[in-house]
C-alpha cells in the first residue's frame, strides 16, 4: 500500500505466494488503521489470536458464506464510521477535534507533533482507564514496538510539558507504576 493509496477497508488473505500475510497485516498497521478481515483456511486458534493481535479487526475462515463476509464487511464499515463521526471530543478542559487534529486547552490551540496528537488522542478515548504501556505501543506506533517502553516515557514526558500545568507534578496524565498511564479528569 503507498502512502497515497487509501482504501476504506483492506480484505487479506493469509496465503499470498510471496509473503508471509501476518508480515503483510503487521506492514499495513505500520501505516494504517484503515479495518482489516482475514480470510484463511486456517483455522488454529493460535493463527486466529496471533492475527488478531496483530491488528486484524476480523477473521475469517474458508470456506465461508458470501452472506456472512458481506456482513463483517458492513460491521467493519459501520465501525470505521462511528469513530469518523466524533467530531470534538470534550474532556475536562480539553476539546479533541479528532478529523482536524486539534487540540485545545481552555479555547488555546495546544500545538503537538503527529505522534503526540495520536498519543492525547487515545487517552482521551480512554478517560478513567489505565493504558498499559504494551497498548499505547501497539496503538501509537504499532504491533512491531511493543518492547520499546522508552518511546512512551520520552513522548508522555513532551506531552506533559505541552498540557500540563507543571509538569513535573501531573495532574492529567498520571503514572500507574510498572504498569502504564491514565488520564484522569477533575
Known amino acids: 500500500m503507498s502512502g497515497t493509496e487509501r482504501p476504506e477497508l483492506i480484505i ?10 501476518l508480515e503483510v497485516l503487521r506492514e499495513i498497521r505500520k501505516q494504517s488503521r484503515t479495518p482489516v478481515i482475514i480470510l484463511s483456511v486456517r483455522s488454529a486458534e493460535a493463527d486466529i489470536v496471533d492475527c488478531l493481535n496483530s491488528g486484524a479487526d476480523d477473521f475469517l475462515v474458508k ?4 452472506g456472512e463476509l458481506l456482513a463483517r ?5 459501520r465501525h470505521r464510521s462511528l469513530v469518523q463521526t466524533t467530531e470534538v471530543l470534550t474532556v475536562g478542559t480539553f476539546s479533541v477535534d479528532l ?5 485545545k486547552k481552555n479555547g488555546n490551540v ?24 504494551r497498548y499505547i505501543l501497539e496503538n501509537v506506533w ?12 520520552v513522548y508522555i514526558g513532551q506531552l506533559r510539558k505541552k498540557i500540563e500545568d507543571d509538569p513535573t507534578n501531573p495532574r492529567w496524565i498520571v503514572t500507574e507504576s510498572g504498569v502504564g498511564y491514565r488520564f484522569q479528569t477533575e
Open 63 to 66: 470456506p465461508f458464506r458470501t
Open 142 to 153: 504499532g504491533p512491531t514496538f511493543v518492547e520499546e517502553t522508552q518511546y512512551t516515557r
Open 73 to 77: 464487511i458492513q460491521t467493519a464499515l
Open 12 to 21: 487479506l488473505d493469509l496465503g499470498l505466494p510471496d509473503m508471509e500475510g
Open 110 to 133: 495546544v500545538k503537538l507533533t503527529a505522534t503526540e496528537f495520536s498519543l492525547f488522542s487515545l487517552f482521551v478515548q480512554n478517560v478513567g482507564r489505565v493504558l498499559t504501556h
Open 99 to 103: 478529523p482536524g487534529r486539534v487540540v
